[in-house]
């Protein structure tokens, strides 16, 4: 998938911090700024977020969630956000998936806006697949019903949502499975439907919110190999929430670290490892390095949260 070219002698390129204001020091404040170098990148941007803010408000109280985002996505890149609980990932992804009004700000997807005033445009809408964390199967459904079930949503004839829920299933390595019902399936097998679904429609993006959060690491890892094959095969632009740092530079071309709440972006990490990747990537010290770094960001974050006297969720 494409990543920023502007420089790719290194395999591996550590994150960009926030601009120091020319000064060479990084304050705490300025540390926490959202224009980060290489947030929104030459040339077209799929997915653009700009001065993107969200606030709730509940029982006569306020929380602050994100603030001030500016991020461009290009077609076919891989971006990961990473950041500690609460830090609004899933809010953010969830402002792209158009299930969350932003409180500022615009969302473009593919140039065209997502919120039109308070309704969503169903142009920018139909770009889009969701995966979230529980694989949300219906229990009485085969596995090719669940795969072909946005099909039936969209009136498809039953010919047509069989052969295409067989081609994802193939796809997705569930070959012999269609005739299954959930229960009958592990963990990894039920999430391997819920990406068969959200491509069901062939969207152009695939919002993905922790979706092996819940699986043991040997799954895990094979899942996230996957990703990466299904993701080359239907050319898609994935948006990744995670919380595992190694998954997030594993997987991506852009790591986006999220301060803790309210969020912002607080650094950028481009990966330039070459694609297919296999896990012994993760020992080469480039990998490492960039792990290490994001986790000192990560503490830093705790640290502060720590100084004024706040908790992360």
Not at 15 to 24: A, E, K, S, V
Not at 126 to 133: A, D, E, I, S, W
Not at 144 to 164: H, M, S, T
Not at 192 to 211: F, K
Request: hydrophobic letters at 40%.
């Amino acid at each position: 998938m494409p990543a920023d070219t502007t420089n790719r002698t290194p395999r591996f390129a550590k994150g960009r911090p926030p601009d120091d204001g020319g000064d060479g020091v990084i304050t705490e404040d300025s540390a926490l700024a959202s224009r980060v170098s290489g947030a929104l990148p030459d040339g077209e941007a799929e997915i653009e977020l700009r001065g993107v803010s969200k606030r709730f408000s509940a029982r006569k109280r306020e929380t602050l969630a994100l603030t001030d985002i500016e991020l461009g996505i290009r077609k076919q890149e891989f971006v990961t956000l990473l950041g500690q609980s609460g830090c609004g990932k899933t809010t953010m992804l969830r402002i792209l998936a158009g299930l969350t009004q932003p409180s500022a700000g615009e969302v473009t997807i593919g140039g065209r806006p997502l919120w039109r005033g308070d309704h969503r445009d169903d142009e920018a809408l139909r770009k889009l697949g969701l995966v979230f964390q529980d694989a949300n199967l219906f229990p009485w459904y085969t596995v090719e019903e669940n795969i072909a079930l946005p099909l039936l949503l969209r009136k498809v004839d039953k010919a047509e949502r069989r052969r295409r829920a067989h081609e994802l299933g193939e796809l997705v390595g569930l070959q012999g499975f269609e005739k299954a019902l959930p229960r009958e399936l592990s963990g990894g097998m039920r999430q391997r439907v819920a990406i068969a679904r959200a491509l069901s429609y062939n969207p152009e993006i695939l919002l993905m919110d922790e979706p092996f959060g819940a699986l043991d690491a040997i799954t895990r890892d094979k899942m996230n190999l996957e990703l990466q094959r299904i993701a080359e095969a239907t050319k898609a632009t994935v948006v990744f929430v995670t919380h595992a740092i190694g998954e997030a530079v594993f997987l991506a071309d852009r790591v986006v670290l999220l301060s803790a709440r309210p969020g912002r972006i607080r650094s950028i990490t481009q990966v330039d490892a070459p694609r297919p990747r296999s896990l012994e990537v993760t020992t080469e010290p480039g990998f490492q390095e960039n792990v290490l770094e994001l986790r000192r960001q990560l503490t830093e974050d705790e640290e502060r949260l720590g100084r004024n006297g706040g908790v992360s969720e």
